[in-house]
């Protein structure tokens, strides 16, 4: 296969008053050229850190304790700071964040900002980076008289499709979106997804697509990574995570999705208890105080994370046991 992103045994851990936070805890996972990957999990798993440790903007009490982020071969962390803003974000792998605000600078138009972010990494006329902005802008549906205006004059959806514009600008080689459609209505939110997957299909990036709700991911993705506080417990392709889960917190998730297509609603499970204190992991599996088959080896070792069959990986004693 062709891998394009491959993180390696990632710990970034958040430094606090009383320890850390291990907030990405020995996560591997990778992604191939022209594929989505999906990364799911409850709210403060690891997932934006995650994002932010591959841009490398993560917060400043954030600490990259060990780990390699190869992309197209090159690891990222060891680059230096400056030329991989220069030579790698924006050219060739792009960011669509939490909130739309933390890339569109409220002062600038977007045309300008757009402008600044071509002139900034390509050696193009004016006239070229603008027809190119126009170009772009259109192939997101934001209709060309937008360009002139301010980020806060466009509606939430809009914003997000500028976003999405800014990341297709310099035809990059991966696309990673961290809850991009999260802040929308319901219809808005489907409208951008299904954008992003047809964008992806024409012009062939890859991408790493992040949130909480699992549910988006089944049409999208080619793979599937569930994080779990800080861990990753299941990788692998999309058919089988859906068809055959293997952790038991990927089963439980599976079972909370409200199935569409059956008029008689199936009865939702909410997981029962809460994630751990990532400054205080327990001991051994980290979902072993909320599982449902954790037996007495599941809180004294931690379980391995290991290929079951083909591309599918769990990390679950009761699993691995078999
Ligand atoms: P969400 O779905 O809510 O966006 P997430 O999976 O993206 O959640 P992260 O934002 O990566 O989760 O946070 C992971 C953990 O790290 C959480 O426990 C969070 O409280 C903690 N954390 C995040 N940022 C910091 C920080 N700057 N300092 C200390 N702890 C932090
Ligand atoms: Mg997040």
Not at 80 to 104: C, G, H, N
Not at 230 to 247: A, Q, R
Not at 289 to 300: D, G, I, K, Q, Y
């Amino acid at each position: 296969t062709d891998t394009l992103l491959e993180v390696n045994s990632l710990k970034t851990y958040y430094a606090t008053k009383t320890g850390y936070v291990k907030a990405v805890d020995d996560v591997s996972l990778f992604l191939d050229r022209s594929k989505v990957l999906g990364v799911a999990g409850e709210s403060g798993c690891g997932k934006s850190t995650l994002v932010t440790t591959i841009f490398r903007v993560m917060p400043r009490n954030a600490r990259v304790v060990s780990g390699e982020i190869k992309f197209k071969g090159q690891d990222l962390l060891k680059m230096d700071l400056k030329t991989f803003r220069k030579e790698i974000v924006w050219k060739d792998m792009a960011y669509i964040p939490q909130a739309s605000m933390d890339v569109l600078d409220p002062v600038y138009k977007v045309k300008d900002q757009m402008l600044e972010t071509i002139l900034a990494h390509e050696d193009v006329s004016r006239a070229e980076a603008m027809e190119r902005i126009y170009r772009t802008l259109e192939s997101v549906g934001v209709p060309q008289e937008k360009a002139d205006m301010f980020p806060h004059e466009l509606s939430g959806g809009q914003r997000q499709r500028v976003v999405i514009a800014m990341a297709l600008l310099l035809n990059p080689s991966m696309i990673v979106s961290d809850e991009a459609t999260t802040a929308l209505d319901v219809i808005t939110q489907a409208k951008i997804l299904e954008l992003m997957k047809s964008l992806q299909e024409s012009r062939k990036f890859s991408m790493m697509f992040v949130t909480h709700d699992l549910s988006l991911l089944a049409n999208v993705s080619d793979s599937i990574a569930i994080m779990y506080a800080g861990k990753l417990v299941e990788f692998g392709d999309v058919e089988k995570v859906f068809s055959n889960p293997l952790h038991p917190y990927t089963q439980l998730l599976i079972k909370a999705i409200p199935d569409l297509r059956v008029r008689k609603q199936k009865k939702l499970v909410a997981i029962p208890g809460f994630p751990p204190d990532l400054e205080n992991p327990p001991k051994g599996c980290r979902f072993a105080p909320r599982c449902p088959l954790a037996m007495p080896v599941c809180s004294e070792r931690e379980p391995e994370f290991a290929r079951v069959e083909g591309f599918h990986y769990v990390a679950c004693h009761a699993v691995n046991r078999k």
